[in-house]
Each structure stands twice: as C-alpha cells, then as structure tokens.
Nanobody, 115 residues
C-alpha cells in the first residue's frame, strides 16, 4: 500500500502561481510513474501532467507552457508548479502513482483561481 499526501492548494488570483506537492510513503518511489489529475465540478477527472521514472514528462494541452511537473526521488515527492493560473484551472487536484500495475490516489487538494 502507498499513501500519497498532497499539499499546496489554495486560493489565488488569476495570473498567480501555486506549487503542489505530493509525498509518497514508500521508499521505492523512484519506480513509480507519477501524475497529477484534476476534477472540476460537473466534469470528468482529467490528466494534467505526468512524469516517468526516467523523468520524461507529458502535459495536457491546456497547461503546456504554464505548468511544470518534477520529482525528487530522494524526498519521495512529486511537484506541480503552476504559473499564469486561470479561473478554468480551478479544480480539485489529485496526485496519482502507478506502481507495477497498481494505481494509487491522494485525497486531493483544492485549487481555486479567482478572476
């Protein structure tokens, strides 16, 4: 079992920045494919960004150039730096880990961007 604990959400004005963090409980973190998803009210959960074990990254078109995903294997932590935030980025953001066929989710952290 892997616990994922997110932090860093909050309320920010449009154009502002936030950094989300997700700490994993297992020391084999370096073997996980990590990602951030988000879900806005009335919408499906969608992939925002992912990072592989070799640090190859993938982004949703809507966040390319604004968001950056990174990982620190020594700290068992994945980050999502969000810049130039827009009201449409408002959602609950979930950390996701994929470990050899098993998927884990964090509890989610709310991000609200005011216009």
């Amino acid at each position: 079992q892997v616990q994922l604990v997110e932090s860093g959400g909050g309320l920010v004005e449009a154009g502002g920045s936030l950094r989300l963090s997700c700490a994993a409980s297992r020391s084999t973190f370096s073997l996980f494919v990590m990602g951030w998803y988000r879900q806005a009210p009335g919408k499906q959960r969608e992939l925002v960004a992912s990072i592989s074990t070799s640090t190859r990254t993938n982004y949703a078109d809507s966040v390319k150039g604004r968001f950056t995903i990174s990982r620190d294997n020594a700290e068992n932590t994945v980050y999502l730096q969000m810049n130039s935030l827009k009201p449409e980025d408002s959602a609950v953001y979930y950390c996701h880990a994929f470990d050899r066929g098993t998927t884990y989710w964090g509890q989610g952290t709310q991000v609200t961007v005011s216009s």
